[in-house]
């Protein structure tokens, strides 16, 4: 199998972003070259995305109704070896401290001990804080006053209390299999201790023999569908193409996007604009679906 490389800026990044992804896939594919290491290739790819503050993830974190910033994040190779982080705090990049719990025995970290984990692992404190953050906070708040939500928090209304945010991934192929990593700062109107797809294997990622996957959406709606492990499963008599279209039509009534890849090549669809970036020895497509 030839390397490979697929990197997304969420369900909602605009065209503009597609720098951003395409720089996230050359540092990855640069990985797999020197490498050949799927798992590292998308580790490193979505720390570019986790440094670039237009992105929901690392610095670009959205903050949550109490003005913190808690982070999500998992990666996962073809072995079914996977590590993830839920409410991180204070972290610079959330899918490192995720690669560093594969070396552990377990799978999910989550709150206050996932982040004494990373200090402990040599992460240093780091504050993601953006004037972004606190302005999207001030306009969600607004909204909430005001009673005006998108579909997937119509929920909100009993609690008396619209842009949509998605998350950043790459999937990645290599000569002995796949891989997949993801990062999220969550969404709007965001509870403290609110854990998303991000962090849950099956929902926000997925990885095994046939293939790789990660997801970018409505956190609770993947997580209630299992998305990335529903679209794994298709994969080996779809095709990661039909595959992920399959996935998105699941969720038609949410913004949902979708990157997978399998021996037989890769599968992109988004049902709102994605920015996303493909690599390989004789391709570098950036475009935004």
Not at 58 to 71: A, Q, W
Not at 206 to 213: D, S, T
Not at 247 to 265: C, E, H
Request: glycine fraction near 12%.
């Amino acid at each position: 199998m030839q390397p490979i490389i697929v990197t997304h800026g969420g369900a909602g990044s605009p065209l503009e972003y597609k720098n951003g992804t395409e720089k996230a896939a050359k540092k990855g594919y640069i990985v797999l070259r020197k490498k050949g290491n799927a798992v590292d290739a998308v580790v490193e790819a979505v720390v570019v995305l986790e440094n670039d503050p237009r992105f929901n993830a690392g610095t670009g974190s959205r903050m949550r109704l109490d003005g913190s910033i808690g982070m999500d994040a998992s990666v996962m190779g073809s072995d079914l070896k996977c590590g993830a982080v839920a409410c991180i705090k204070n972290v610079k990049n959330p899918v490192k401290v995720a690669r560093k719990i594969m070396e552990t025995p377990h799978v999910l970290l989550a709150g206050e001990d996932a982040t004494n984990f990373a200090r402990k692992t040599g992460f240093r404190y780091y504050d993601p804080t953006t004037e972004k953050a606190i302005k999207k906070l001030e306009e969600d708040k607004r909204k909430l006053r005001k009673g005006t939500f998108p579909l997937w928090a119509k929920k909100w209304k009993k609690f008396e209390y619209k842009k949509f945010t998605g998350t950043v991934g790459a999937v990645s192929r290599d000569k002995n299999g796949f891989a997949a990593a993801v990062s999220t700062g969550g969404t709007s109107f965001m509870l403290p201790g609110r854990v998303g797809d991000s962090a849950l294997i099956g929902c926000g990622i997925y990885a095994g023999r046939h293939g790789a996957v990660c997801a970018t959406g409505v956190g609770e709606e993947i997580i209630r569908n299992v998305l990335s492990k529903s679209v794994y499963d298709k994969i080996k008599t779809l095709g990661p193409q039909k595959a992920c279209e399959r996935g998105v039509n699941l969720l038609k009534s949410f913004p949902t996007g979708l990157i997978a890849v399998s021996k037989d090549g890769y599968g992109v669809a988004c049902s709102k604009n994605m920015a996303c970036t493909v690599a390989s020895k004789n391709m570098l497509k950036s475009g935004c679906i």
